[in-house]
DNA sequence: GAATCGCCCCAAACCGCTTTGGATACCGCA
DNA sequence: TGCGGTATCCAAAGCGGTTTGGGGCGATTC
């Protein structure tokens, strides 16, 4: 069942019933109806591919994931924000189209997308400082919406992010208004920018009260549960073992809850924990009480705005848009006075 | 740059343009360096709007994912799955189109792929028991690869399954070697229909040695932390508490564990876990030795191979076909002897 | 009563490619 | 010399919509 089919069932011209169906005015709201009905009757629905072909539009937006062979952007976050992003794009009858391609091949993809006009904007993942893509769209001339900010980026862009430097300055001064000192940084890799603007933060605060940053008590690797808890055990065997750490992910936290526990300290009492919550609907921070003390903020709505800018772009190209979230700082059961006064 | 235009710089026609670009043999071999050369130089890429339209395919498969207001399927193993399915989709010049759906909407976004012919098939994710998306979709009339199977279903269908119920009775049998006999299941939702393949596989392990599964020892919920810590810390609180652990997902493991350290009991020595693993690339199980003893399979390399599978029943539509894979069982320093013979 | 105006509708062009059905030129061969 | 065959290219008809540029007709205006 096509366009010119139901026309003729209908004894009208293609354009009429294209135009009744689109709320075009030209059409007597009579026949608007009775063409309206006809399709639901019929079960008609235009074929995609001629409407994108016709409006030169492809009612699509990109994700391109670049899969590394070094590191992985393919992390737990990501899927959260994907589906919050996708629940946009749905509402909107727009597509989600997620390209995975080796990372040497992303300026390649980007560029792609453009002449082959498989889609009408992307979203960026994951920017790190200086990020060239950044630069590279522009150039390309696609519209686009960053999840986070690239530091050292000269041209404006349009990006979404959460206050990464005042949740992890927050966290920081929360611990120290409990008396703690020796605080602990288990950060992401720092190349990635929004690990930067955590450590910026932290030490801030630090500093704010004449704490001078102690590399010894920092650390900078993938958020992995491994990876923390090898984080979290090569400061407990400190001499001046930290008493509380701050830690850039939920899963990262489950390792360092881990070393704690093979230290025998248990958290909250001997020793605090604070971890960054993406709030991932599968890895929720306890079901009413939080385990972890944290400063929250849900990737999944993230990915529902930013997937909403990127939309309003598209459809009305004008000044890029930004817009920064802030984190709330939510009470677990993984914080306490420092017991080493 | 378009074809048209591409061609009147060649002074040639459209039609032998686009011929030589596509490899037809109906065109002179200078003249299709000629036209290749040009086309490099002037940056053509084929209009992908207008080859869908033209060819009728969408040279796209889809993924939908229903977002529940009951149980998430966004969880971290499918990140994987689709990071795997997007190698191969890119690979083959595929696009992958994620549609996130309200799952009461899930019928009606299947049929209108079908109708708007925006994709040319459909991965199907987390069969569930009856499924009725298999019905559905032979009813629609897409072409589509099932990851997993959905016992009950009545009609034929491909598939890609992990061998379950022999990995988990493999993994059963192993502690039941090792002298356990109080073998405790934290299992995934039962509805889930590897779930419930993997329950059989347990219980027949028990039963071929006369052990009557225990309903005490038995728990069936989402894998997530939470779930499994308290799954976990109830059964150890029992008067007969289990010996080993048999635990459906990494993160479940990593729940069990925490009430395993609650409980002073160290894995591997006073208690023995197996973990299924599926490899996830940002959450393995350990660094050169596993963490955890383990079945284990790749569910990034179960989405290159369900994708592979798809493609090639798009390409030629013939008979359905079928692949179970074996996990394979990994040994880690979370099992030993029971202590209690 | 003629000119003007809206309201509804339609024919046809167009989006950029693929594919069908020739057309032309040149070849070898009878 | 003439004819079938082959190699090479092209014009035009699609794919299934949207959109432009009217056209017919009854109502309004002068």
């Given at each position: 069942m096509n366009l010119k089919e139901l026309a003729s069932r209908l004894g009208l011209s293609p354009t009429t019933v294209s135009r009744a169906l689109n709320g075009y005015?030209?059409?007597n709201e009579a026949t608007r109806e009775r063409v309206m009905a006809a399709a639901k009757r019929h079960n008609y629905h235009p074929n995609t591919r001629a409407i994108r072909l016709a409006t030169g539009r492809a009612m699509a937006v990109g994700h391109v994931i670049p899969v590394a062979t070094r590191h992985e952007i393919v992390n737990p976050v990501f899927a959260d924000f994907i589906a919050g992003a996708g629940e946009t794009y749905s509402r909107n009858d727009y597509d989600m189209v997620l390209s995975v391609v080796p990372d040497d091949q992303e300026e390649a993809t980007y560029r792609g997308m453009k002449s082959k006009g498989n889609v009408d904007g992307v979203i960026v993942h994951?920017?790190?400082?200086?990020?060239p893509r950044i630069a590279l769209l522009h150039d390309v001339g696609l519209p686009f919406v960053v999840h986070g900010r690239a530091t050292g980026a000269t041209l404006p862009y349009s990006w979404l992010d959460v206050n990464n430097r005042r949740a992890f300055q927050r966290a920081a001064e929360f611990l120290l208004d409990l008396g703690h000192t020796r605080i602990a940084l288990v950060n992401g890799?720092?190349?990635m920018d929004f690990a930067i603007r955590r450590r910026t933060g932290y030490e801030a605060a630090l500093s704010a009260r004449g704490i001078a940053p102690d590399p010894a008590l920092m650390s900078s690797d993938e958020m992995t549960e491994i990876a923390g808890h090898r984080a979290a055990r090569r400061m407990l065997a400190l001499?001046?073992?930290?008493?509380?750490f701050l830690v850039a992910s939920m899963i990262s936290g489950m390792g360092v809850r881990r070393a704690l526990e093979e230290a025998g300290l248990q958290m909250g009492r001997d020793i605090s924990v604070i971890i960054h919550d993406d709030d991932l609907s599968y890895m929720?921070?306890?079901?009413?009480?939080?385990?972890f003390t944290a400063t929250r903020s849900s990737v999944r709505d993230a990915g529902r705005m930013a997937a909403e800018m990127l939309l309003d772009l598209i459809a009305n190209p004008g000044p890029d848009q930004q817009r920064l979230l802030e984190a709330e700082l939510i009470m677990g059961q993984s914080t306490g006075p420092c017991p080493r006064p």
């Open positions: 005015p030209e059409v994951a920017p790190k400082l200086n990020d890799l720092e190349f001499p001046d073992r930290p008493t509380a929720k921070n306890g079901d009413d009480v939080p385990i």
